[in-house]
Every structure is written in structure tokens, then in C-alpha cells.
């Protein structure tokens, strides 16, 4: 299956990567914050699956450092976390792309439940342990719900844009 | 069809590359100001983001200010007035007291004394990570701001800045578990040690003996003994004091003064010496000689800025 990309329409990739960082630091209620999606994590996953060769390790290395820059996080916790992730889909996409939207969503949800893990461990290491586990592995299943509307809605922009394939 | 795993030595290689550069990063990052740059350079590429995404519920709060009815904005006007004369009047008996002490500092002749300078800020509203007691703020270095600057609201000691761009920075809150502040027992002038526990209403206190002087209710105020923070501002109240038998320490808990989860507005604080000479001895003499005035001495500094934000 050739990308057949128009490559001056590429703009689209970070265009939906910000408006996720957005939806990432958008300020909630306190009781709310354990239950933010992991948006970024869903995008970058669904752009690695779409086109692996455009957006691959690079490109999610590129917006882990930048969400970990919005977050204040320590630089380089988010951009492993999403190499190590994006390696995983960009290896498996054609079987993703095969698959239906629920399997799609459960495979999602794994993913970003390693990438939270990931989280989770870094933090324990530099002390900053959490009193509950929730708060680590709620935003990992948020794709059970969100992943079918992400995904339909990326897609037809995508298409629209023609730099997903029709 | 072309075989599947064509393209993975190189995208191998890549994680590979990448991984070991963000290992890197997080390990060197404390470290390394040329990271520090890197991060505040990057902060500044992304503050149109932060800005926008802060921009609705500032947007509302100048709405609800335009607003709010007409007998509602005459109501909290003789809230402020009173408020203001009140000040005024502990302002009075604070002048008072601030020459007396400058009197007997000259006789000690320790003459440690700093002026500070305020400036008022506001948090941005957006969301950082859940895992880290941080808060963005709307002033950078364009305004002076520097690193490692103390941060306090109208009640108490919140952070410290710990990372500075051209027009915003953020603050490191002292209930970061990263954080620790040297405070003193008003009370007796204990000293200890607060670090921070990971959630806003809870600091705990370091290395109190099993049979140390705290009880609950004790308030704690910066000892300034770092050098970091302005001596005598409030940093919290004792609200668990354990002596678990066999233990060489006490477990105390503190919840911090400061509205760490509340404030939106918050001062930054600039320390300049008001007079060279500094023996360093004499600072903890006069610390634990002149015990009532610290509270008066927070207001002072407090009190010395331009008019409070919701004033204007």
C-alpha cells in the first residue's frame, strides 16, 4: 500500500497534535484531573498507525518533549514513553489497520497502560508516588470510549486533507 | 507484498537512539543549565499554546468582573476599604517597631536586614502534571524574574521558581516532595526542615526529636537559614504531631499556610540588602531574640507592594 501523501498538506499532523496538547493542558476541576484523557497519546498512537513511515519514533520523540515542556514534567519522561509506544504500533500497523475498531481500542488501551506504567515507575524513581494508583491507569482506558470517535473523525480530517490514502 | 519488518533495523536503531537521549535528559536535566536553557528556549516556543489555552477563563473572569451587579461592586469596595484601614493601622504600629528593631540591630551591629520588593503575578490557567506540585505563572524574565525565586501569596510561603522563559515561569510549590524549606517554631524556635508530600493541604517536618518541643497548632515560619527564602514568613500550621515509641523521630504534619491549590494571584518576592555588612553568626542571634514581631513582619512585606489586584 503506497502513502500516497501530498506532502504540502503535512501541516494537518501537528495541527492535530497541538489541539491535543491543548485538550492536554486544559485546566480542569481538581476532581476531574485523574480522568483527562490521554490525548496526545492517542493522536501520536493513530498517526504511527496511519502513516508509519511520516510520523514514526522522531516525530513522537519531538511531542514528548514538547508535552513534557507544557507539563513541566522532567524533560524527556513523556518523549520515551511515546518512542517506546509509537516503535510498538509502527511495527504492528498493518495488522492495527486490519483489525475493527473495538480490537483497535483494546490495542490502544494496552499501549497507552505501558506508556502510563512507564510514567508511573519514572515518578516513583524521583520520589513524586502517588497515594493511589488511579490517577496512573484511568487516562489508559479512556480509549475503550474515545479510540472509534478519534479515530473516525482523524480518518475523514485526514481524507479530507488527502494525506490518508482513501 | 513487501516483507513486514523491512523497514526496523533503522526504526530499531531509532528507538534505540531516541530512548537513550531521553534517558539522558531526565537524568541530566537537574543538573546541566544547558538543559535548563534548552527547556525555557522550548517554553517559550510553546507559550502562544499555554496562553491560548488560558486564554477562555480569563476571558470569563473579565466578563464576570464587568458583570457583577452594581451593589455587589459597593459591597466588596467597603470589604476593601475596611480591610485597607485595618492594615493601615497595624501598618502604623509596624513603622514603629521596624525602627525600633533597626535600633537594636545597630547595637548588636549585625545590621541584617533585607528590603524586599514585590511584584504581583497571576497563575495561568492551565493544567500541569498531576504528578508534580507546579504552577505556571504570567511573569518572566522580562520582569526580573530569576531562578530559584520565592513565590508567596497573601498568607504564606508557595514555591519557588524553578524554571524561567521571557514571559512566564513556573514555580516549584513547597508541597512538591521534591521541596524542602528550613522553617523555625515561632513558638520556641525549634528548627526543622518541611518537604512537601506530593498533595496540596500536607507538608511534613524532618528530624524533630521523639521529645522535641511541637505541639499541634504551632505555627512554622521560614528560618531563611538557606538563604533562599525571606526569614519570617509563615510556611504552616502543625496539625499531627505523632511519637511513635522507639522511634528516634516524631512524625509531625503541617498543613502549609499558603493557599497552594487556591491562590490565582501571588507575589514574587526580590531581597536586596539593605546594608553590606553581614556577619552571618548574628543573623540566628537576632532570630531568636526579637520572637513576636514575624507576623508583623510578613504583613510589612506584604503591605510594601503597589495596591492589591483586586483593587484596581
Given at each position: 500500500m503506497p502513502e500516497s501523501i501530498r506532502l504540502n498538506n503535512v501541516w494537518v499532523i501537528p495541527l492535530t497534535l497541538i489541539l491535543a496538547m491543548m485538550l492536554a493542558i486544559i485546566p480542569l476541576p481538581v476532581w476531574l484531573t485523574p480522568l483527562r484523557p490521554d490525548w496526545v497519546g492517542m493522536v501520536v498512537i493513530f498517526w504511527s498507525m496511519m502513516l508509519p513511515r511520516t510520523v514514526s519514533v522522531g516525530t513522537a520523540w519531538v511531542s514528548g518533549l514538547l508535552l513534557d515542556v507544557l507539563l513541566g514534567s522532567p524533560l524527556g519522561q513523556n518523549a520515551l514513553t511515546f518512542v517506546i509506544i509509537v516503535y510498538i504500533t509502527s511495527h504492528m500497523h498493518r495488522q492495527l489497520l486490519s483489525t475493527t475498531l473495538l480490537q483497535q481500542a483494546l490495542f490502544v488501551s494496552l499501549l497507552l497502560m505501558i506508556r502510563h506504567f512507564l510514567i508511573f515507575w519514572i515518578n516513583g524513581m524521583s520520589g513524586h508516588?502517588?497515594?493511589?494508583l488511579w490517577p496512573h491507569f484511568l487516562p489508559a482506558l479512556f480509549p475503550l470510549v474515545l479510540w472509534p470517535w478519534l479515530f473516525i473523525i482523524l480518518r475523514d480530517f485526514g481524507r479530507k486533507h488527502r494525506i490518508i490514502p482513501k | 507484498m513487501k516483507p513486514i519488518f523491512q523497514q526496523s533495523p533503522t526504526l530499531t536503531l531509532r528507538l534505540i537512539v531516541f530512548s537513550v537521549l531521553s534517558v539522558m535528559l531526565m537524568s541530566m536535566e537537574t543538573q546541566n543549565r544547558a538543559l535548563l536553557t534548552l527547556r525555557s528556549v522550548m517554553s517559550e516556543m510553546l507559550y502562544p499554546v499555554q496562553f491560548v489555552v488560558s486564554l477562555p477563563v480569563a476571558a470569563f473572569d473579565s466578563l464576570h468582573e464587568a458583570l457583577a451587579s452594581r451593589t455587589h461592586l459597593i459591597e466588596e469596595n467597603r470589604r476593601l476599604r475596611d480591610a485597607q484601614l485595618i492594615y493601615q493601622a497595624r501598618l502604623q504600629k509596624l513603622a514603629l517597631l521596624e525602627a525600633e528593631n533597626d535600633r537594636l540591630h545597630k547595637l548588636l551591629s549585625s545590621a541584617q536586614r533585607l528590603e524586599q520588593r514585590v511584584l504581583v503575578a497571576e497563575m495561568l490557567a492551565v493544567d500541569l502534571d498531576p504528578f508534580r506540585q507546579n504552577i505556571l505563572i504570567n511573569k518572566g524574565r522580562s520582569d526580573d524574574v530569576y531562578l530559584g525565586q520565592p513565590v508567596i501569596d497573601a498568607s504564606g510561603i508557595m514555591g519557588q521558581i524553578t524554571q524561567v522563559s521571557s514571559h512566564s515561569s513556573t514555580a516549584l510549590l513547597?508541597?512538591?516532595?521534591s521541596h524542602s524549606i528550613p522553617v523555625r517554631v515561632v513558638r520556641n524556635g525549634l528548627r526543622t526542615i518541611a518537604t512537601g508530600?506530593?498533595?496540596?493541604d500536607r507538608i511534613k517536618l524532618n528530624y524533630?526529636?521523639?521529645?522535641?518541643?511541637?505541639?499541634?497548632?504551632d505555627l512554622l515560619v521560614s528560618s531563611g537559614l538557606g538563604g533562599r527564602f525571606p526569614v519570617d514568613l509563615p510556611v504552616g500550621l502543625v496539625t499531627e504531631v505523632h511519637r511513635p515509641?522507639?522511634?528516634?523521630?516524631a512524625t509531625v504534619y503541617a498543613e502549609p499556610a499558603?493557599?497552594?491549590?487556591?491562590?490565582?494571584e501571588i507575589l514574587l518576592v526580590w531581597q536586596e540588602e539593605r546594608?553590606?555588612?553581614?556577619?552571618?553568626?548574628n543573623e540566628t542571634l537576632s532570630e531568636t531574640t526579637d520572637s513576636h514581631w514575624p507576623l508583623l513582619g510578613a504583613v510589612a512585606s506584604l503591605m510594601t507592594p503597589s495596591p492589591l489586584p483586586t483593587l484596581r
Open positions: 508516588l502517588p497515594e493511589s | 513547597i508541597s512538591d516532595p508530600m506530593g498533595r496540596p524533630i526529636p521523639g521529645n522535641g518541643d511541637i505541639e499541634v497548632g515509641p522507639g522511634k528516634a523521630f499558603a493557599g497552594l491549590d487556591r491562590s490565582h546594608d553590606s555588612s553581614k556577619p552571618a553568626y
